[in-house]
């Protein structure tokens, strides 16, 4: 992999973090798989990031898939790590602190999908194409489709869509939950994440980190676990100094200036 196959900035307390292999659809090999989790990294550990957002170059992909040249020759023992790498991603980006926004322009297919839906929001132009192709090359999902995809949409549609392997346009995907919103073309796209991103970067970072594993606990625990933990996070919340600077704001009408402390 050369170096900027995945590109990295920050600006306005936003990393974003782009695919850049538009020539190539934005393909997931190894490589790309391994650097998107180091910078996800990178931004979970930087104090100046507040939120991220997950691209692809161009206006035709977000990400099509694996590169399916690397599953030339493999068995269920050498591609294993290829299936973990591409978890552990996912379930990274899950648990990070910060919000992740994923800007979809173009195919998401498979593993691009896979990871799409591993972010706490997705975004798409009108162009986007999302599916989970894999029964059509003789296998299944293996980032997490077979058990996000019924999660966000329902286990009806989820089969449907893993054992056709049939893509749906943005609108579909928007009308079954899969995606927030949808925009006309990309530009609009990308000025909508940043727009978010930005808002977000600005909300209260403890409060936010609470929410988001408040809200991960629900497809983990049974509801009376998952109330428990969310009174707990709850509570730990008025021990911040941004939970007094909230209040206090509110009451003296002003705008809060959150720390994340």
Same mark, same amino acid.
């Given at each position: ?33 391994? !650097? ?175 929410? !988001? ?22 509570? !730990? ?17 002003? !705008? ?6």
């Amino acid at each position: 992999m050369t170096e900027d196959e995945v590109l990295y900035k920050v600006e306005a307390g936003v990393a974003t973090i782009t695919i850049n292999r538009p020539m190539k659809y934005n393909a997931l090999n190894s490589a790309v798989v391994k !650097k998107i989790r180091e910078l996800m990294k990178n931004a979970e550990e930087d104090d100046s990031v507040r939120a991220v957002i997950l691209t692809g170059a161009g206006d035709k992909a977000f990400a099509a898939g694996a590169d399916i040249s690397e599953f030339k020759g493999k068995d269920s023992a050498s591609v294993r790590p290829l299936a973990e790498n591409g978890q552990d991603l996912c379930k990274y980006i899950e648990s990070m602190s910060k919000p992740v926004i994923a800007a979809v322009n173009g195919f998401a297919l498979g593993g691009g999908s896979e990871i799409a839906m591993s972010c706490d929001i997705r975004y798409a132009s009108a162009n986007a194409k999302f599916g989970q192709p894999e029964i059509n090359l003789g296998i299944i999902p293996g980032f997490g489709g077979t058990v996000r995809l019924p999660r966000l949409v329902g286990l009806g549609l989820a089969k449907e869509l893993v054992y056709t392997g049939d893509q749906i346009d943005a609108q579909e995907a928007y009308r079954i939950g899969l995606v927030n919103k949808v925009f006309d073309d990309c530009d609009s796209l990308y000025e909508a994440a940043k727009e978010l991103a930005k808002k977000l970067a600005q909300k209260p970072g403890i409060a936010l980190d609470a929410a !988001k594993s408040s809200l991960n606990k629900a497809w983990t625990l049974p509801l009376g676990e998952n109330l428990g933990f969310e009174v707990d996070v709850f509570c !730990k919340t008025f021990d911040t100094e941004d939970m007094e600077e909230g209040v206090n704001a509110f009451l003296e009408k002003r !705008k809060p200036e959150f720390k994340h402390k």
